[in-house]
């Protein structure tokens, strides 16, 4: 799906699979305050998340993007 | 003194049973240590499956006005079956010299109630899973029919409940319940129709792990969910952070979760057609609190109006992830039977 004017959603589209293939991360998400990448194990991904993403809207604009981290274990299929 | 009342029964309840694996009570005095010590051979007795506080009844009548800690067993033996110290007192001493009323109820065998056995009319939030995997055993989540297809009614849960994650061959006997809970070939009851693949390319390139199979016309089926009811779908009902979600499944029953995110996006290995496995980007999923376990995968979604609203299929240790029920309709080109 590709993200609309909204910055939060663009940054998805633009670092969710940059961040998701760092490894722990079990997943990405949003909400209204901003990225969440969820996590295997807080300890595993240390400092390789950044704590915010900056996205350039179309006439330019940047937009800087908060990212936070959710401790959620391992997923898989049930 | 005043009478006894709930809280007091409660702090009983506390005391008799603090720290069950320790060889020593700390921290509630001499007196409560002795108690405490006293009851453990009766209140973890030989047949007891529970304690609580309510009604004191005696000859199944309710004693008015007067509690009674209460100590429920499998099955009440006889007391020349139990040895002195496990014998149930009819009342107990506890600090404070009050006397606390105890009563002893047979409830029979305590076991998690779960919907692994063989249902006949087939229902949804049962065990259900292809022959052709001995771990793929998952939930029933619907009956669903094609939409140029009505009257021919459908199976829906995931591809790695009835499809061996895309693996098994169309025509792949589907067995309710599934393998892990005891079925076999004869306990068929249609066959898989169709899987969606997975997209195994760089990107969050699928949107469902989602399988249909054909019922077998000889079944009876029942689309009532236990639990929700029978199902509606309204393609208008958006998910939106912290909306209740509720869902009925093989290994946890009826439950409800909370949506935490719309947007989750998730990669997970699958195994690949022509062997081997990758890695599946998994886009626009929906992550709520836990509410399932492994057994639910398959589970139709509802919000608390009984709208199909996802098809529960994955989770962690602290979040249960299901796919918007749109995806899987459109993906699958059904609707609910």
Known sequence: ?78 | MAPLDESDYLGALDLLTLDPDSPTVEGVGVEGQQVTSTARPWIYGPTVVGTGVTVKRVQDTAVAGQLALVVYVTEKLPQSALSADQRVPGSVKVPGDQAIVTDVVAIGDIVPEVNTGSTRPLLPGYSVGSIDDGTGTGTLGAFVARVDEPGVPLILSNSHVLARSGLAPGGTNVVQPGKVDGGGTGEAVGTLVEAVPFDFTPGFNTLCDAAIARLDPSQPFDPTIPGIGRPTYDPTVACAVGMQVQKTGRTTGHTIGVIRDVHFRTKLTYPKPGGGSGSVGFSEQVLCSRYTAPGDSGSLVCDMSGRAVGLHWSGSQSASIFTPITFVFDALRIQLA
């Open chain 1, 1 to 78: 799906m590709t993200a609309s004017s909204d910055p939060i959603l663009r940054a998805l589209d633009q670092y969710g699979e940059q961040l998701q293939d760092l490894p722990g991360v079990q997943g990405v998400g949003a909400d209204s305050a901003g990225l969440v990448v969820y996590v295997e194990d807080a300890d595993v991904v240390g400092d390789s998340i950044p704590p915010e993403v900056t996205v350039r809207g179309e006439h330019g604009v940047e937009t800087v993007v908060a990212v936070r981290v959710e401790v959620i274990g391992t997923i898989t299929p049930e």
